[in-house]
């Protein structure tokens, strides 16, 4: 019974990844239509990715730099000051990676390709 259910599950599995696949082309190919060009279109669908997932990461890495610097960096010093220098550093990152999808598209259909 149990190798009944795994092949419906791994069906299904792999039907959802399919569309996943399918979705990630037409968003792919949308970008490429968008900027006129493959390497255009591929690149801002990369950054619009990055800036998607970075969103999370930055704040769970800010997160986890808050605890260091405030909850740990109060018995010890050098975590503290650990906490403070990898909290600035995902500060930094998120901005770059929130930023730079903008001075792509600015770049791009501002000064480059109509």
Same mark, same amino acid.
């Given at each position: 019974?149990?190798?009944?259910?795994?092949?419906?599950?791994?069906?299904?599995? /792999? =039907?959802?990844?399919?569309?996943?696949?399918? =979705?990630?082309?037409?968003?792919?190919?949308?970008?490429?239509?968008?900027?006129?060009?493959?390497?255009?279109?591929? =690149?801002?669908?990369?950054?619009?990715?990055?800036?998607?997932?970075? *969103?999370?990461?930055?704040?769970?890495?800010?997160? %986890?730099?808050?605890?260091?610097?405030?909850?740990?960096? *109060?018995?010890?010093?050098?975590?503290?000051?650990?906490?403070?220098? /990898?909290?600035? /550093?995902? *500060? /930094?990152?998120?901005?770059?990676?929130?930023?730079?999808?903008?001075?792509?598209? %600015?770049?791009?259909?501002?000064?480059?390709?109509?």
């Amino acid at each position: 019974m149990f190798i009944g259910a795994e092949e419906i599950l791994n069906s299904s599995t /792999t =039907t959802q990844l399919i569309k996943m696949s399918e =979705t990630q082309e037409k968003e792919l190919s949308d970008y490429v239509e968008k900027y006129g060009s493959e390497s255009y279109g591929f =690149t801002a669908f990369v950054l619009n990715k990055i800036r998607i997932f970075s *969103i999370p990461l930055c704040f769970l890495g800010i997160v %986890i730099s808050a605890v260091y610097q405030y909850v740990v960096g *109060i018995r010890k010093l050098d975590v503290r000051y650990k906490g403070f220098y /990898t909290m600035i /550093t995902f *500060i /930094t990152l998120f901005v770059i990676a929130q930023v730079l999808p903008l001075v792509f598209v %600015i770049v791009i259909k501002g000064f480059g390709r109509s």
